[in-house]
């Protein structure tokens, strides 16, 4: 799942709290954690063409995480707009 279009950190955040499927309903979706987001991108590059990411990771008031498609981080003032990749979790 995507947002194809660049948003702010919130917009981007409650967008993706607000995805539904067939098969999983509204609030199952969420902005990846730092940690989450470089590991979806080390392991299917394919779903971050070249651009930046938000994450879910506040880094302080006003400032949120970003990385590139290819694995850079960096922090982005949240009022900016770039792409996100919003993820489900799933019980293991």
Same mark, same amino acid.
Do not use: C
């Given at each position: 799942v $995507?947002?194809d279009?660049? !948003?702010?950190?919130q !917009?981007? @955040?409650?967008?993706? /709290?607000q995805?539904a499927t067939?098969?999983h %309903? !509204?609030g199952?979706y969420h902005?990846p954690t730092?940690?989450?987001q470089?590991i979806?991108i /080390?392991?299917a590059?394919e779903? &971050?063409?070249?651009g930046w990411?938000?994450? =879910?990771?506040q880094? $302080?008031?006003g400032? /949120?995480? @970003?990385?590139?498609s290819d =694995? =850079?981080?960096?922090i =982005?003032?949240?009022d900016n707009e &770039?792409? !996100? +990749? %919003?993820? +489900? $979790?799933? %019980? @293991?």
């Open positions: $995507s947002i279009a660049k !948003a702010t950190w !917009a981007a @955040i409650d967008m993706a /709290a995805l067939t098969d %309903p !509204a199952t902005l730092v940690a989450e470089a979806a /080390a392991n590059p779903h &971050f063409p070249n990411y938000w994450t =879910g990771t880094y $302080s008031p400032l /949120a995480w @970003i990385q590139l =694995g =850079g981080q960096y =982005g003032y949240e &770039f792409l !996100a +990749r %919003p993820v +489900r $979790s799933a %019980p @293991i």
